[in-house]
């Protein structure tokens, strides 16, 4: 196995979700820093090796899941923001 380097992301981030569209592409959804839950959502193209911002999410979310539902489609789940647990979902088109 063999690391690169990258450029950085837009907004640094943990308990963020990261998962591949059916692209060659990562979506990285959401997350915390410190003092701030996150709507922000970016893309890494691995081509071109920079992340791009990409639309918000309705809701800042962290710890939650996403599931491709279609080529078109990533339903993000649950998670917590400053009130608590979230029981909430979101259709996410890329």
């Known amino acids: 196995m063999k690391n690169t380097t990258t450029a950085s992301m837009a907004t640094a981030r943990e308990q963020h979700t990261a998962m591949l569209p059916n692209s060659s592409k990562v979506l990285v959804t959401g997350g915390y820093r410190p003092s701030a839950y996150l709507t922000s959502c970016e893309i890494y193209d691995p081509s071109s090796g920079q992340w791009n ?15 491709l539902l279609n080529s078109s489609k990533i339903r993000v789940t ?11 979902f979101e259709i996410y088109y890329p």
């Open 53 to 67: 911002t990409t639309a918000s999410m309705a809701t800042a979310r962290q710890e939650h899941t996403a599931t």
């Open 78 to 88: 649950g998670g917590e923001e400053s009130s608590g647990q979230l029981a909430s």
